[in-house]
């Protein structure tokens, strides 16, 4: 039962490096969701792609551009990292439907130097 | 745009005591759900319990529970006999009744359990 897979799990970039986070779910569903973890400031969604093919803006999309290359697929692209960027990023998909149920990936460590 | 506040960075409890993280947030919808998600040392984030605002009664999972306060937009989590397991973060996040899993979640507190 994988669920929902990140990679990498660590990563150190210089400032002015690009990178993509890789997030996939094999669990058929439609929407996908792209979270920062940030100390006392909680979980704030970055973007968002409610079914394959769409993507919007969440509450801090500035700096980060997202694809949703396929049903599995929702990938966060950083052009070029500043020292904000440091973060712990979160994956997460949802099963649609009432309860909808959000299940999360296990989060990336991103540090910008 | 919906807020939501935890007042608490930390809390400390004594194993199988009870402790109360408290909640409060802001929006105008009338429909809407809030969570407890805890997050131990792994970075896992797990649900913890889920109320639906339309529903009067709290909700309860096991040693969890709520005390959802619609008019006061206030939603505490009390945590009876606590356990050692306990000790995490602990969010507490909104999501709108149309919004898909788009949640907003407070800032978090802390939870040491002491033996």
């Known amino acids: 039962n994988a669920g929902v897979t990140q990679t990498p799990k660590f990563q150190v970039l210089k400032t002015g490096q690009s990178m993509t986070l890789q997030c996939a779910q094999d669990m058929n569903h439609n929407s996908m969701y792209w979270y920062r973890q940030d100390p006392g400031m909680g979980l704030r969604l970055i973007y968002y792609?409610?079914?394959?093919?769409?993507?919007d803006k969440g509450e801090v999309p500035n700096g980060y551009n997202v694809s949703r290359l396929n049903k599995r697929e929702f990938s966060l692209r950083l052009e070029s990292a500043a020292p904000s960027q440091t973060s712990v990023y979160f994956c997460?998909?949802?099963?649609?439907?009432?309860?909808?149920?959000?299940?999360f990936g296990s989060g990336t460590q991103l540090s910008v130097l | 745009a919906q807020t939501v506040t935890q007042s608490q960075p930390e809390m400390s409890v004594q194993e199988a005591e009870t402790v109360t993280l408290s909640c409060t947030y802001d929006t105008s919808e009338s429909d809407y759900y809030l969570f407890w998600y805890k997050q131990p040392p792994s970075r896992q984030m797990i649900l913890v319990i889920r109320?639906?605002?339309?529903?009067?009664q709290n909700a309860t999972e096991n040693r969890f529970s709520v005390n959802f306060q619609k008019a006061a937009k206030s939603f505490s989590l009390k945590i009876s006999d606590s356990q050692l397991g306990d000790a995490a973060m602990y969010f507490c996040a909104y999501r709108s009744w149309t919004s898909g899993s788009r949640l907003t979640f407070g800032e978090g507190t802390q939870l040491t359990v002491n033996p």
């Open positions: 792609s409610a079914s394959e093919g769409t993507t």
């Open positions: 109320q639906e605002a339309y529903k009067q």
């Open positions: 997460a998909s949802s099963t649609g439907g009432e309860p909808e149920k959000l299940f």
